[in-house]
């Protein structure tokens, strides 16, 4: 069983690095015209020159998996802005989509949670679509949709879960096929547990993103074992092995939040769940300190016996 480790946005160590500058719609509003245009493809520029950064670091330390940020590119779905984020920098987005083919980098995206399709508003859907077709566009951008996935959550439950479901489902037919083709679903900590999930997976035909601290959080009396090995096979139509997202809690009173590092005590029992099925699969590490603590997991995961680091971010069990 080979198992593949990435972190999320920021490489922390490099300096300056950050692929998330932002811009708000005030701020834009404040300038000129001419300004305006400027200010934006300046940003987007320094985002994607710090993402390179952080795809050589990559490189060089032999991780797999990166989550590209979300805020690449300010107000890029702002309904006063939408601008072509695309044409001014064909290259950079080309150069970024090479590095992560020639190194078989896997990318994704994660919107954030008010990119659902459960909402009874139509505008919130019409912005979810909105919001998943401008990070489809992105790996478009880089041609590196063949491994790119988007993962989202189902979202709220509005008081009534079974009506809400329907609505998902509903909901959903509002979104591009070409873009569905890349969606995955996640478990959350709260409202949809695994086996919820798990079904509007395979009622849609999306692989579902197992998080193991979500399904801690939220567990109930549903059993993982039961479950694993058909989230993994939700993953069978891909062409991409399946992807489990790993953090520990901050605290027990904090039970939800991420801790800086994550705990191998309480990872473990999920690890060796998961070699009974001896299939391999991804990890995207999600604490607070992103590459060091991926990197520092890596490190005692292969210290079990049994276990063999082969790259800086891969280990063999």
Known sequence: MKINFGFVANALGLWDASPSKTMTFARYSALSENERMDKLKAVTALNLQHTKRILHYNIANEIGLYRLSSSLVPLATHPEVMWDFVTPFKDEWQELGELIRQYNMRPSFHP????????????????????????????????VLEKGLINIHIGGAYGDKTATLERFHENLKMLPSKVKKHMTLEN?????????????????????????????????????????????????????????????????????????????????????????????????????????????????????RGVKRVAGGKVEW
């Open 112 to 143: 954030n949670q008010f990119t659902l399709f459960t909402s009874p508003r139509e505008e919130v859907t019409q912005n979810a679509v909105k919001d998943m077709e401008f990070h489809f566009n992105m790996l478009e951008a880089m041609d």
């Open 188 to 304: 959350d900590d709260k409202t949809y547990n695994v086996e919820e999930t798990l079904i509007a997976c395979e009622k849609e035909n999306v692989p579902m993103i197992l998080d193991y601290h979500h399904y801690m959080a939220n567990q109930g009396d549903i059993e993982l074992e039961a479950f694993l090995p058909r989230i993994f096979d939700t993953w069978n139509h891909t062409n991409v092995v399946p992807k489990v997202h790993l953090s520990s809690p901050k605290s027990e009173g904090a039970f939800r939040s991420h801790a800086d590092f994550v705990s191998l005590d309480f990872v473990l029992p999920f690890l060796k769940m998961a070699k009974e099925l001896n299939r391999d699969f991804d990890v995207m590490i999600e604490a607070k300190q992103k590459n060091l603590a991926m990197l520092q997991l890596v490190e005692n995961i292969s210290n079990i």
